[in-house]
């Protein structure tokens, strides 16, 4: 089995921060790309920011300037440091990890079980 375990979440006022962190553990031969997203109330999950195994990243354009994703792959953890957060920031964040359990496997998504972040005076 595997598993991806969020931390990091909480309450914070306008223009603070915010550091997630993923882990992910079990039987893992690789990981591929791992990503955030979220999801706010009544309104779709959306894809915040993705990294590939070799550490390119890409961003929602909502975030770009203010959300740095990372990982070390030693730790197969990916991290999403978030830097003047904003109400709209507020949603349920999931971490989402493309990963090869045994060699010849093919690759499955795995995801997290969702960290709140509200942003809020």
């Known amino acids: 089995q595997v598993q991806l375990v969020e931390s990091g979440g909480g309450l914070v006022q306008p223009g603070g921060s915010l550091r997630l962190s993923c882990a992910a553990s079990g039987s893992i031969f690789s990981i591929y790309a791992m990503g955030w997203y979220r999801q706010a109330p009544g309104k779709q999950r959306e894809l915040v920011a993705a990294?590939?195994?070799?550490?390119?990243?890409n961003y929602v354009d909502s975030v770009k300037g203010r959300f740095t994703i990372s990982r070390d792959n030693a730790k197969n953890t990916v991290y999403l440091q978030m830097n003047s957060l904003k109400p709209e920031d507020t949603a349920v964040y999931y971490c989402n990890a493309e990963i090869k359990r045994f060699l010849g496997s093919r690759s499955i998504d795995y995801w997290g079980q969702g960290t709140l972040v509200t942003v809020s005076s």
């Open positions: 990294i590939t195994s070799g550490g390119m990243t």
